[in-house]
Nanobody
Framework: QLQLVESGGGLVQPGGSLRLSCAASGFTLDYYAIGWFRQAPGKEREGVSCISSSDGSTYYADSVKGRFTISRDNAKNTVYLQMNSLKPEDTAVYYC?????????????????WGQGTQVTVSS
């Protein structure tokens, strides 16, 4: 069974950090582009960051550029999202997704497999 499981969410104060993990089972992440998306209450799901499988190239939404870093550990079949300098507007459920295309993008279309999400709340 192909599955993605996110972890690492929680409650953090503004300016704090969290590292989200996206672990795959039933398939190898090496051959998939992986994206991180988020959805805040009352808002549409949006792309945050992604990493390609072909060359490891990464992309970030303007709202997180310079604060978030995506990386992958193929040996652990896991992709990470390091989030620093968190802001209240980063509060959302964060999802990871896998796309069989080797080049990633920040649009939802094309991502074949999705995790269940992990809640990130930034509040004092």
């Amino acid at each position: 069974q192909l599955q993605l499981v996110e972890s690492g969410g929680g409650l953090v104060q503004p300016g704090g950090s969290l590292r989200l993990s996206c672990a795959a089972s039933g398939f190898t992440l090496d051959y998939y582009a992986i994206g991180w998306f988020r959805q805040a209450p009352g808002k549409e799901r949006e792309g945050v960051s992604c990493i390609s499988s072909s060359d490891g190239s990464t992309y970030y939404a303007d709202s997180v550029k310079g604060r978030f870093t995506i990386s992958r550990d193929n040996a652990k079949n896991t992709v990470y999202l390091q989030m620093n300098s968190l802001k209240p507007e980063d509060t959302a459920v964060y999802y990871c997704a896998a796309d069989g295309d080797p080049l990633c993008g920040l649009l939802l279309q094309g991502y074949d497999y999705w995790g269940q999400g992990t809640q990130v709340t930034v509040s004092s």
